[in-house]
C-alpha cells in the first residue's frame, strides 16, 4: 500500500475516537485523527464528564465544610468560596487530561491532523477521501502544542488525507429551546455553566436529567439557589423509579426546587433578570432568574460531514445506522459513540471504539449493551445497571427484589451518609441478576461490582456468598443480594 494511505482516519478525538485511535495503533493499524478543537479528548475530557466532576468533587468539599464538619466534631469558621481558583484548578484537571491523551496520541504514533474533516465522495474503489479544512481562529494554545504532534499539525492549508478506512466519532451537541437559543451569557448550555465568573442568585434549570441535576448540584452547594423544570413527572426519566424518588427527595433537602410535570414557553429580560414562563397543566407562572441552564438532551453532530453526497444512511431519529462492525450503509465508513444509537456515554463510546478496532483487526469483540451502568453524580450519587422495576413488571419478566438501606451499613454510619439503598433485581427461577439500582454515597464506584457479576451472567446467590470486607459500603449490595432470598443480617 501507498505510504500516504492510512489504514484508518478518524473524525473526532473524544472518548470514542481517541480510544479506537489508540487500540487500533496498538493492532498495528496506521493512524490519522482529524480534530478540529484546541484540545483531545472531545466534550468528555474538555466541557463534559471531566470538569463536571473536577466541580462536583470540590463543592461537595465546600459544602461538606460548610455543612457537615460540625457532625464530625470539627469546628471552623464558616468556609469562604475562592471561585476563581476553583475553576482553575478544574481548568488544571482538564489540561492535564487532555494532555494525557495527546501523550498517547505520540507514543503510539497517531497522526494529528488540526482542523474539521469532512468526507470527500471516492476517487476510486482502494480508499476514502477526508476533506481537512483548518480552524482559523485557533488560540495561541493550539497553535504551539500542534508544532509537533505529527502531519498536518500546524499546516494552515486544506489538505486531503487518504485512507482505507474511515470512521466518524464526531459526538454530539446540546439541544437547544427553538423558542429560547443559547445566547452564551444568560440562556446557556453546560460548556457555559461550567465555568460562570460568579455564583448565580437564582439559576433555573430546564430538564432534570444528568447535567441539569449534576451542575444544579454544583451551584446549589455554591449557594445558588436552584429551580428545575422537569416536563416529565420523575427525574432522570430512564432510571429506577425508587431511585428517582429518592433523588428528589435528597435534593430537596439540600434546597433544591423542582416544577415537574412543567415546560417553559418562553422568556424575556426585565431589570437584569429573566423572566421565565412556564405552564404546568393549565397553571401558568413567571419565575425570575439569573441564569437559565437548558439541559434537555443531545443530538448526534452530523452536520457538515458530508455524509448525504457519500448517501450514508440516517435513522429516523437522525443517528447514523450501523452494522454490528460499526459500519454503515457505506462500505469503509463506520461510526461509533453519541452519533449512532443507545445511551450518549462516554463509556459506551470507549466500548466502542476499542470494539470496533478489534473487530476490523478480525477479532469477535462485541459490545454487551445490557450492561451498560448509568450513574448520576449527585450527592447522594445514583447508579444503575440492568433492568429497571419497571421494565421487569412491563416485559412480565418474573422477579425478586431485594433491598438494603445505608442506614444499615456501618461504614456509612461512619461516614454520616446514610441516605439512599442499593436494590437487587433477581430472577425468580434462576436467581440470574437483572438490574441493580442504587442511591447512595459512592454509588458510583459501587455499581462496577454488579456490572461485572452480571456480565458474567452471575446470580444474587453468587454475590451473596462472596466476602465483601468490612467495614465497607461494599457490604449493602451483599446484604441487598442476601434480601432477594429475604436473608439479609442487618435488616
Ligand atoms: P437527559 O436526556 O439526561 O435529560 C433531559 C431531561 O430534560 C429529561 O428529563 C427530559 O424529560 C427533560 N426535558 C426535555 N425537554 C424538556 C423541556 N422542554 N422542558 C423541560 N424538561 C425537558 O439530557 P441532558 O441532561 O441534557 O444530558 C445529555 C446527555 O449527556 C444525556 O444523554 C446523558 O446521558 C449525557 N450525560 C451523562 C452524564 C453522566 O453519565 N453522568 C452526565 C451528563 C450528561
Redesign the pocket.
Known amino acids: 500500500m501507498a505510504e500516504d494511505i492510512f489504514d484508518l482516519i478518524i473524525i473526532g478525538a473524544g472518548p470514542g475516537g481517541y480510544v479506537a485511535a489508540i487500540r487500533a495503533a496498538q493492532l498495528g493499524m496506521r493512524v490519522a485523527v482529524v480534530e478540529r478543537n484546541a484540545r483531545l479528548g472531545g466534550v468528555c475530557l474538555n466541557e463534559?464528564?471531566i470538569p463536571?466532576k473536577a466541580l462536583l468533587d470540590s463543592s461537595e468539599l465546600f459544602a461538606l465544610a460548610r455543612d457537615k464538619f460540625s457532625l464530625h466534631g470539627i469546628v471552623i469558621e464558616p468556609p469562604r468560596l475562592d471561585l476563581a481558583k476553583m475553576l482553575a484548578r478544574k481548568d488544571d484537571v482538564v489540561k492535564k487530561l487532555t494532555d494525557g491523551v495527546a501523550f498517547l496520541f505520540k507514543k503510539n504514533k497517531i497522526a494529528l491532523v488540526q482542523g474539521t474533516g469532512r468526507l470527500q465522495a471516492p476517487q476510486n474503489n482502494e480508499f476514502h477521501q477526508v476533506e481537512v479544512t483548518p480552524v482559523r481562529d485557533l488560540g495561541l494554545e493550539t497553535r504551539e502544542k500542534n508544532s509537533d504532534q505529527g502531519p498536518g499539525a500546524g499546516d494552515r492549508e486544506m489538505q486531503v488525507l487518504k485512507g482505507t478506512r474511515v470512521l466518524l466519532a464526531t459526538g454530539s451537541q446540546?439541544v437547544e429551546?427553538p423558542f429560547l437559543p443559547f445566547d452564551g451569557k444568560t440562556i446557556v448550555s453546560a460548556r457555559e455553566a461550567l465555568s460562570f465568573e460568579s455564583v448565580p442568585e437564582h439559576l433555573l434549570v430546564?430538564?432534570?436529567?444528568?447535567?441539569?441535576l449534576?451542575l444544579g448540584s454544583v451551584w446549589n452547594r455554591l449557594g445558588s439557589q436552584v429551580t428545575v423544570?422537569?416536563?416529565?413527572p420523575n427525574?432522570?426519566?430512564t432510571s429506577d423509579g425508587q431511585v428517582a424518588e429518592g433523588l428528589l427527595r435528597a435534593l430537596k433537602k439540600q434546597g433544591f426546587t423542582f416544577r415537574m410535570e412543567?415546560?417553559?414557553t418562553g422568556a424575556t429580560f426585565a431589570g437584569g433578570k429573566l423572566l421565565v414562563q412556564v405552564v404546568s397543566g393549565d397553571r401558568k407562572e413567571e419565575i425570575s432568574c439569573d441564569r437559565m441552564l437548558v439541559?434537555?438532551?443531545?443530538r448526534p453532530l452530523t452536520a457538515g460531514l458530508g455524509l448525504e453526497a457519500l448517501g450514508v444512511a440516517l435513522d429516523r431519529s437522525g443517528r447514523v445506522s450501523v452494522d454490528d462492525k460499526y459500519q454503515t450503509s457505506v462500505p469503509g465508513i463506520y461510526a461509533i459513540g453519541d452519533l449512532i444509537a443507545g445511551?450518549?456515554?462516554a463509556h459506551k463510546a470507549m466500548e466502542e471504539g476499542v470494539v470496533f478496532a478489534e473487530r476490523l483487526a478480525g477479532q469477535a469483540s462485541v459490545v454487551d449493551y445490557e450492561f451498560v451502568p448509568?450513574?448520576?453524580?449527585t450527592w447522594p450519587e445514583g447508579a444503575s445497571v440492568g433492568k429497571t422495576e419497571e421494565q421487569l413488571k412491563q416485559e412480565k419478566i418474573p422477579y425478586a427484589a431485594g433491598r438494603f438501606n445505608f442506614m444499615g451499613n456501618g461504614r456509612a454510619r461512619c461516614m454520616a451518609e446514610t441516605d439512599g439503598f442499593v436494590k437487587v433485581l433477581a430472577h425468580q427461577e434462576t436467581g440470574r441478576v437483572l438490574g441493580v439500582h442504587i442511591l447512595g454515597p459512592r454509588a458510583s464506584d459501587l455499581i462496577a461490582e454488579a456490572v461485572t457479576v452480571m456480565t458474567y451472567g452471575g446470580s444474587a446467590a453468587d454475590i451473596a456468598m462472596t466476602f465483601h470486607a468490612h467495614p465497607t459500603l461494599s457490604e449493602a449490595l451483599k446484604e441487598a443480594a442476601l434480601d432477594v432470598d429475604k436473608r439479609a443480617i442487618h435488616s
Not at 229 to 232: I, N
Not at 295 to 298: D, L, S, W, Y
Not at 374 to 377: E, L
Open positions: 463534559g464528564c463536571s446540546p429551546l430546564v430538564g432534570g436529567g444528568y447535567i441539569g449534576e423544570v422537569e416536563m416529565l427525574l432522570i426519566p412543567t415546560r417553559v439541559a434537555v438532551g443531545r445511551p450518549m456515554l448509568g450513574i448520576v453524580y
